[in-house]
């Protein structure tokens, strides 16, 4: 039972006063260690934005740390009036809020995500283990921490004792007035989209800064068809600048500089290459390098052409669009005077051409065909025209795109030789499980299709074949439910069936045929070109996330993503994770969750670590 009268009455009076006190110093307490927020985050480019970033700083952790000693110490304190007791919870209280901060700041600091369950669990698992450096530092300042909290409770009954409460005003009344300028002055820049303070919201832990929009278009102050306008064009500005490359490239240029050829037939999966589904580009393959592990970087065709082209990760896409910035391998191949023939099928008006990747071509001259089938046979007909009127005194590098297996095209009157095969396609239709056999033989007759198509190309290249590297591949590769999640398609999942995609190497002097077994990506491929084809001597890692694909390394791990999701493939798992920070491991066989087992910490610092590498500051 809890005692009452004037002397219980004064007794936690004089404990929530030194509560008060408590509050004040771990509220400095809190706001030293979120520190290291600010330097994660970065200063931003205004001094409104910086003003903002330091008020938010002050209001947003003085009001989290009152809230905290409001919802727990404040009513215990009525409940076990007894001050050992008071100072030993208060401790304990203070401890592991501040160690979860302090865990949080590692986990901002490292991936730009604050913690989740998912992420505390992953870490209370590698704390264990010895395989976890840098992390075992922050769960031994516990009892350090727990001994100074004890210390300091004890240090302020006694400092506090006969100290006038009028005293704490003026040392919370700027604490006040930071919390509620964080939220009104985020109400006006969410308004204004104020990029330099809207894109703060974030910075730190349970961070929800007010915003007002619908009230203000209610009234009539906001005009919400100009605000969406701005919005989108907001939207559409990078965050960060790209640096790349990191340093200027030295290179000494080979005599001869060889001619290249990159064919993409989008949508074509690594089973498909065999002597009976692709016999032409069988033979081929079997003349020459294969590589039979071999992953895409995307699961669609933006992510995946741009990381094939650039050897960045697709996160970097946005900021490359935005700022024109080609890749080095086009930027090198001009500054060697080669001679550019672009044919894709499907267009060409994704800005993903124009904007990144062929951006600085004096004359790109591309051709582009419709898609689908025909479309297809019409560009290869123009590669043909225009191979036929290239002059032996200079290099080329040719581009060919072909999007005919992303939407299962056949030319009319066409049925192929795998039956039964679904004759009528609906792409806006779901599929179904029954559709199985029939959807899949009329994929493998778009892929025989495409073979032929490939072998008439193969066939104009014999008069140039020992001046021309060849390089065949594919964006992405088609699912059709392998692992049984009712998956189908492409850009829907990071399993094996939509990113495993073929890749045929034809190289001058490697005259041996070779079949290649260690892990490879499309990151690889620029870097391969730019080093071993066109004298690049700077180091890998000053342009490329990739290697070359001749070094072997049985346990690398390679990266698929986009700008939001991202997939890491190491030996037989694979790390899912988002921006939101949420985690999962699977299984690379069955591509199903490993019960149980949670992903790799140094893993994911080490991934992290690849996607800021190229951040301007």
């Known amino acids: ?25 771990n509220i400095l307490l809190a706001m030293a260690v979120s520190v290291r927020y600010l330097f994660a985050a970065g200063l931003p480019d205004t001094l409104l934005g910086i003003g903002y970033m330091l008020v938010s700083w002050v209001g947003h952790f003085a009001f989290l740390t009152f809230c905290t000693y409001l919802l727990t110490l404040f009513p215990l304190t009525f409940l076990f009036p007894r001050l050992r007791a008071v100072q030993f919870l208060g401790a304990g209280l203070a401890t592991s809020a501040l160690t979860l901060l302090l865990v949080d700041t590692q986990v901002f600091s490292l991936f730009g995500f604050h913690l989740n369950p998912s992420v505390w669990r992953l870490l209370l698992d590698q704390a264990q283990a010895e395989s976890a450096p840098g992390w075992g530092w922050l769960f031994a300042w516990v009892p350090v921490l727990f001994l100074v909290e004890l210390w300091l409770g004890a240090w302020l009954w006694r400092w506090s004792r006969g100290r006038s409460r009028s005293l704490s005003r003026p040392l919370t009344l700027p604490l006040l007035v930071c919390f509620f300028l964080t939220h009104s002055v985020h109400i006006w820049a969410d308004a204004t989209l ?7 919201k974030a910075n730190f832990p349970l961070s929800y800064p007010m915003t007002a929009k619908s009230f203000l278009i209610k009234q009539g102050w906001l005009d919400e068809e100009e605000y969406r306008e701005r919005s989108e064009r907001v939207a559409d500005k990078p965050q960060q600048r790209l640096n790349y490359p990191l340093r200027s490239l030295s290179v000494q240029p080979p005599e001869r500089a060889p001619n290249i050829l990159l064919v993409v037939t989008d949508g074509l999966r690594a089973d498909q290459l065999d002597a009976i589904t692709m016999p032409n580009l069988s033979r081929f393959a079997d003349r020459h390098l294969r590589f039979d592990n071999h992953l895409s970087a995307g699961n669609r065709p933006e992510p995946a052409l741009f990381s094939l082209f650039y050897s960045l990760p697709a996160h970097y896409r946005r900021e490359a669009e935005l700022e024109r910035t080609a890749p080095v391998l086009v930027d090198e191949l001009q500054r060697q005077d080669y001679r550019f023939g672009l044919f894709v099928s499907g267009g060409t008006d994704s800005a993903l051409y124009k904007d990144t990747i062929f951006t600085t071509l004096r004359n790109p001259g591309m051709q582009a065909a419709p898609g689908g089938a025909d479309g297809d046979r019409q ?3 123009r590669f043909a025209g225009w191979l036929s009127e290239q002059p032996d005194d200079r290099p080329w590098f040719s581009y060919v795109y072909l999007d005919a297996l992303n939407t299962l095209s056949l030319p009319q009157g066409m049925s192929g030789p ?20 029939a959807l899949l033989n009329r994929y493998r007759n778009a892929v025989f299709y495409t073979d ?3 072998g008439g190309l193969l066939g104009l290249l014999q008069g140039v074949e020992r001046d021309t590297i060849v390089v065949i591949t594919s964006g992405h590769g088609i699912e059709f439910n392998d692992s049984g999640n009712n998956t189908w398609g492409f850009g829907n999942a990071y399993s094996p069936a939509q990113l495993r995609v ?41 342009y490329a996330s990739g290697q070359s694909l001749f070094s072997e390394r049985p346990n690398r791990w390679r990266l698929a993503s986009d700008e939001e999701e991202y997939a890491i493939y190491q030996n037989d798992d ?6 939101r920070g949420d985690l ?3 299984s690379a066989g069955d591509y199903h969750e490993r019960e149980g087992s949670n992903p790799e910490l140094t893993l994911l610092m080490q991934v992290m670590n690849e996607l800021n590498r190229f951040q301007g500051k």
């Not at 104020?194 to 703060?200: A, F, G, K, R, S």
């Not at 694979?574 to 921006?579: C, G, K, P, S, V």
């Open 1 to 25: 039972m809890v005692e009452t009268g004037p002397q219980y009455r004064d007794h936690v009076s004089r404990l929530i006063g030194w509560g008060h006190w408590f509050v004040f110093f």
């Open 194 to 200: 104020y990029t330099p303070i809207t894109l703060q």
């Open 379 to 381: 560009i290869l007909s």
């Open 418 to 437: 795998f039956q039964p095969s679904l004759k009528q396609l609906n792409p806006a239709a779901p599929f179904h499980s029954e559709q199985h056999d």
């Open 452 to 454: 032929q198509l490939l």
């Open 502 to 542: 073929p890749l045929v190497v034809a190289w001058p002097g490697r005259t041996m045929p070779e079949r290649f077994t260690h892990p490879t990506s499309h990151l690889d491929l620029a870097p391969t070109l730019l080093q071993q084809a066109l004298g690049v001597r700077n180091p890998l890692r000053s």
């Open 574 to 579: 694979i790390t899912l994770f988002n921006r």
């Open 584 to 586: 999962q491991l699977l």
